[in-house]
């Protein structure tokens, strides 16, 4: 048994994808009846992840109700009084008179991966109540940042960009690494590359994450040898004081402490996770999606070239279509998971069926697997840029969806975006030849892309990217236009 729920977790921790495609294979032998009801249309998988029992999920209509916390008691979802209540409350107690928010719950699920390595205050990790008045004070705080900010995102941009010499080869994934380091440091810490503090962050941010997502999960200290977690935690403790420190050296007129709705200790603990390397490999995923899409998408013209080829007032609304269409297809992350309170059954859609969750597991909302969902977006599995032209097309959950939508989400598309712009403008194209088949499929460009291609050609975890370097040659617009 223990050596099974190993197998899974590392298989599930290799490709989220792969491992899907595999429990259903499985469940075709042992339980064809539940495949050919659920299971086929990418409803509901059961698995031990460690030492967790998971429900994944990757419908489209189930993430958005969980995200949601809607209709998951009451008699709709099966709940009972006689079932087992929420864990800490007696039986009988009303259930009436609770949230439905209070249903799916991210605080317990996240414990055991992020309380020792971003701590209270962390809106992250908060639920119910408290999650709801202290999101409504970030919203505040945040509220003219991306606007902001704009300006420094286009001079770190083009500073960046000026290095890029003609004909030179570039490992596009590392380049748009660097350039997100600089940009999230800049605009959160007013730090520059050549600031001692700048590279003592970030190499202890890189510590943290590899601590955080060690497969050895326990902190241990020895005379000669730590486990990858202690230094991760360890790494937090420096972290902490060097963050306060750039924060007070900010003036409070700055963007990031204007609006004064957050004190600097609350904001010194976020700016961890503002900071912090996944937040950096997030970031460098979602660009390195566009700018391949942008730059590197099969075709006569490239889609810089089309965007750039339009009159400036339909280049917006086209270079949007484009970053959300990139976004449904390539979440940097590729689910969220909640933790269930109460017993429920969740309506399987499609079918009559219902699936029960107990108490006390969790659901892992695979939303890479949702925003493909084929009962909600035509094409599913296809890039096409100009999908979100029309207004009723519902978005992805790449940002997650309702009251726990990322708190960052608006600025890192307004980064997203911001860079975009400035290479479609600047005189600069970029050739490569893109030939893994998992990263084709990653991106849309093919179709029908079977799960062991992703798993052999895409790191999925903690961040989606091309598990080899996707190396491009800067070239000039003008030279390939002839002028």
């Not at 994934?173 to 660097?178: F, G, I, Q, R, S």
């Not at 893994?436 to 079977?450: A, F, H, I, Q, S």
Request: hydrophobic share 35%.
């Amino acid at each position: 048994m223990v050596l099974s729920t190993l197998n899974q977790s590392f298989a599930f921790h290799s490709s989220p994808e792969s491992f899907i495609s595999t429990r259903l294979q499985n469940l075709s032998v042992t339980d064809p009846d539940l495949v050919s009801s659920a299971a086929s249309k990418q409803k509901i998988i059961q698995a031990a992840i460690l030492n967790r029992k998971v429900h994944i999920i990757s419908s489209y209509e189930l993430c958005k109700s969980i995200l949601l916390g809607d209709g998951t008691t009451g008699e709709r979802h099966g709940h009972s009084e006689s079932e087992s209540p929420i864990p800490g409350e007696s039986k009988g107690s009303n259930d009436s008179t609770r949230s439905d928010l209070d249903t799916f719950v991210v605080g317990p699920a996240y414990r055991q991966l992020m309380a020792d390595f971003f701590p209270p205050p962390n809106i992250l990790l908060e639920d119910s109540g408290i999650h709801a008045t202290n999101k409504e004070r970030w919203k505040q705080q945040l509220s003219t940042f991306p606007t902001d900010v704009t300006p420094l995102i286009r001079d770190i941009t083009r500073a960046h960009l000026s290095t890029f010499c003609k004909g030179s080869s570039i490992d596009l994934y590392e380049n748009l690494k660097d350039l997100s380091w600089k940009i999230l440091l800049g605009i959160f810490l007013n730090l520059n590359i050549e600031d001692e503090a700048y590279s003592t962050i970030e190499k202890a941010q890189e510590t943290l994450l590899r601590g955080q997502f060690s497969l050895f999960p326990v902190a241990v200290n020895m005379p000669f040898w730590q486990s990858p977690r202690s230094k991760g935690i360890k790494a937090r403790q420096d972290l902490l004081p060097m963050l306060r420190e750039q924060v007070d050296k900010q003036e409070p007129s700055c963007p990031l402490l204007r609006q004064q709705t957050i004190g600097k200790d609350e904001m010194s603990s976020h700016c961890l996770l503002f900071t912090s390397s996944i937040a950096n490999k997030a970031l460098a995923s979602l660009l390195t999606a566009t700018i391949m899409n942008l730059f590197l998408l099969p075709g006569p013209t490239p889609l810089a070239a089309i965007v750039r080829s339009h009159p400036p007032d339909m280049r917006r609304p086209l270079l949007e279509s484009i970053l959300l269409e990139t976004e449904r297809l390539s979440p940097p992350v590729v689910g969220v998971m909640r933790r269930v309170q109460r017993d429920i059954e969740l309506p399987l859609p499609e079918t009559e069926d219902r699936h029960r969750v107990p108490a006390g597991c969790d659901v892992w909302l695979y939303l890479a697997g949702a925003n493909r969902d084929p009962t909600v977006f035509s094409d599913a599995e296809k890039f096409m840029f100009d999908r979100f032209m029309a207004s009723d097309i519902p978005r992805g959950f790449t940002f997650g969806f309702g009251n726990k939508t990322c708190l960052g989400s608006e600025i890192v598309h307004q980064i997203v975006s911001v860079i975009a712009t400035e290479m479609i403008d600047a005189d600069i194209t970029l050739h490569g030849n893109v030939s893994e088949y998992g990263v084709k499929g990653w991106l849309g460009w093919e179709t029908g892309v079977p799960p062991s291609a992703f798993a052999s050609d895409l790191k999925q975890l903690p961040c989606q990217r091309p598990r080899k370097p996707v190396h491009v040659s800067v070239g000039s617009a003008s030279t390939d236009r002839g002028d």
